[in-house]
């Protein structure tokens, strides 16, 4: 752990001004969104709007701890169509079936994240073209196990997930506070969490200081897996179904939640807090421009901005730079 | 232990001083022939000279997209804008054209300025501001697919002129133009990376851009004419695609953009950037090609062909020994 002076724990607002700006952006969005639809915060818009942002948020966060490593993770999206197409060819009526086959989905994101995690940390290939490849095997895959959509996901696993407990609690809401709470935060100041921010940082530093370098990506990408599955159980309950063509668009659009939530694609700066907020804005502009009558057209190109906006302003730095060399940093 | 080979001698001379991968290049010509043998067991008539023909026409619009795919990459880039960018000039060009020849020339030149001036955006981000250049062009390309849907309402209308036709149809010397126009351009490639102050100084940034700069070469004005090529270079590869589809599709870039970076990547550049030549990229691209249409030959599903396709990258990365990776 890191062996800090004791001294009183001030909120520093600088180090934490990426994840600020994110809040800000998302607030500012939702503030636009009430003015544009008078129903925008009544509780099934919210419940709506939430459910929206969870597979990206799982997503999100999986992609967030690969980039934090320094690495990337292009097969995300298909981990996420494999599993909701082994969640629908597995799941049946009953309770123990179902839950059984969530589990196996679980199982079968974490060895896809697992084999890239080998290939990556074991293999010393780039991350960029094993996920490649392997997002092409696991697309694969997919269509083995459905070649055409449908499948069957039981009604009452699609309404626990998407509904709402007592009438009042969105279980997407509970979704998001068990990943911050039960995983991300507990996770951040673990061994395997500071191990990952050093790879990032640095690796040859991390390795000398000895960290199990290979050990810590292999279970970056396993954990990154598992995530990934979780969303594809989230989506399976969101579409009752399972489509072999559907989930690809994760994979990018996880990279964007990343980096729109702070997280730097050096690595080692960031974390899942934010990346949550970037999902969110990045869900919540499609339904901002359809409540404001804006082309539909437009989200793709406003995703896009902001995207770019996002990491103009983070480089904002970098015109401040007096010496020529600090910019080749 | 002095073996000059012929062969070796002949890749030494065209791949230059810059640290290739020669054994990666000559194993991926060894493979596009294993492609070309099996496909020609599969369907003798695989290997007749119109087919063959064919397959160079599908592998020129993938061919020239690696051109300017693998300048980037050599800098320690990537550039994900090239489907969209694909998408928007061959827009261009039927919008200004509107199907006649007449303006053909206009058409193509205001398509081609397109793109050298997304290549302009995205490599002064890359370069000045130092973005990050995975998250720009893939932040330029939903622009750009935002701008493309809108200009075209989503409605892929936009027949091209038939004078393009020529490009796919015509012969020059027995061979399509496309095709030639791919291969010198690609002969092009070669020379200039291995034998000009340009190409040199693209192998150095990529090798180590803090480096290059104490060194004293315009390390960002490298970076920016590399994104600049490359953009040019997926403009027209769009008007190759319309050349041979004779009208635009939405999307029609999708399927180019991720094959472009394995073709590289199996061509033999490293993917950190820094090494690597065009020679083995040409192979790398026609290998993606053959294996595509020897799969299909074979009756293979299209999910066994993704899986496939997956396992030959990563099985070729292994075979090519893990120079690069190893430099890490």
């Known amino acids: ?329 | 232990m002095n073996e000059s080979n012929a062969s070796t001698t002949v890749i030494n001379r065209l791949v230059g001083q810059a640290g290739s991968n020669r054994r990666a290049i000559m194993l991926a010509y060894f493979f596009v022939l294993v492609l070309v043998v099996v496909g020609g067991i599969l369907a003798p008539g695989f290997v007749a000279p119109a087919s063959l023909t064919q397959q160079l026409v599908l592998a020129s619009v993938l061919g020239v997209i690696t051109i300017g795919a693998t300048v980037v990459i050599l800098t320690g880039n990537i550039d994900l804008s090239v489907s969209w960018t694909m998408n928007l000039c061959s827009v261009v060009v039927t919008a200004v054209t509107v199907g006649e020849n007449t303006k053909i020339v206009q058409g193509i030149v205001l398509a081609l300025a397109v793109g050298a001036a997304i290549g302009l955006i995205n490599g002064l981000g890359v370069a000045y501001l130092r973005l990050p250049s995975m998250v720009l062009t893939l932040g330029v390309n939903g622009m750009l697919r935002g701008l493309t849907l809108v200009v075209t309402g989503a409605q892929p209308k936009g027949t091209a002129p038939g004078i393009l036709q020529w490009l796919v149809g015509g012969r020059i010397l027995g061979m399509p133009p496309c095709v030639l126009l791919w291969l010198g351009l690609g002969m092009l490639t070669i020379f200039v990376l291995a034998r000009t102050y340009f190409g040199r100084t693209l192998y150095t940034t990529g090798n180590s851009q803090t480096v290059s700069f104490l060194s004293g070469i315009r390390t960002q004005r490298t970076v920016v004419l590399a994104f600049v090529i490359s953009g040019v270079c997926n403009a027209l590869a769009g008007i190759l695609f319309l050349s041979y589809s004779g009208q635009v599709y939405l999307s029609l870039g999708e399927p180019y953009q991720m094959p472009a970076i394995a073709a590289v990547v199996i061509g033999g550049v490293s993917i950190l950037g820094g090494s690597g030549s065009y020679v083995g990229v040409i192979a790398g691209t026609l290998i993606l090609v053959l294996l595509q249409s020897v799969l299909s030959l074979a009756n293979v599903k299209y999910a066994g062909q993704l899986i496939i396709y997956g396992v030959a990258i990563l099985g070729m990365l292994f075979v090519y020994g893990r120079s690069a990776a190893d430099r890490e």
Not at chain 1, 2 to 15: D, L, Q, W, Y
């Open chain 1, 1 to 329: 752990m890191s062996a800090e002076p004791v001294r009183k724990k001030t909120f520093n607002i600088m180090r934490h001004s990426r994840l600020l700006l994110a809040w800000t952006v998302l607030i500012l969005l939702l503030i636009v969104f009430r003015i544009m639809t008078p129903v925008a915060f009544t509780l099934p818009i919210i419940t709506a709007t939430l459910n929206q942002g969870i597979a990206l948020s799982l997503t999100g966060v999986a992609q967030t701890l690969i980039v934090l490593t320094a690495g990337i993770d292009l097969s995300i999206g298909a981990i996420v169509t494999l599993s909701n197409t082994v969640a629908a060819t597995q799941m049946r009526p009953g309770v123990a079936p179902t839950l059984g086959a969530a589990v196996l989905v679980l199982l079968v994101g974490s060895l896809c994240g697992f084999i890239n995690g080998l290939l990556v940390a074991y293999g010393r290939l780039a991350p960029i073209i094993v996920t490649l490849a392997t997002a092409a095997i696991y697309s694969g895959i997919a269509l083995y196990v459905l070649p055409n959509p449908g499948g069957f996901v039981p009604e009452w696993y699609g309404d626990l997930l998407t509904g709402r407990a007592f009438n009042t609690l969105p279980a997407a809401l509970i979704i998001l506070v068990l990943l911050v709470v039960l995983f991300w935060l507990p996770f951040k100041r673990s061994v395997l969490g500071q191990s990952i921010y050093a790879v990032g940082s640095s690796e040859s530093s991390a390795r000398m200081s000895g960290v199990n370098v290979r050990r810590a990506k292999l279970l970056t990408y396993t954990i990154a897996g598992t995530l990934s599955g979780a969303a594809g159980l989230f989506l399976s309950a969101q579409t009752l179904a399972g489509d072999a063509t559907q989930g690809g668009s994760y994979t990018l659009n996880s990279i964007a939640a990343t980096v729109i939530g702070g997280t730097s694609f050096a690595g080692g700066v960031g974390g899942a807090g934010g990346t949550i907020v970037g999902a969110y804005i990045f869900t919540i502009i499609p339904s901002v421009l359809f409540a404001a009558r804006v082309s539909p057209f437009m989200k793709e190109f406003l995703q896009g901005a902001i995207l770019v906006l996002t990491i103009t302003i983070g480089a904002a730095g970098v015109l401040r730079m007096k010496n020529r060399l600090d910019i080749l940093r």
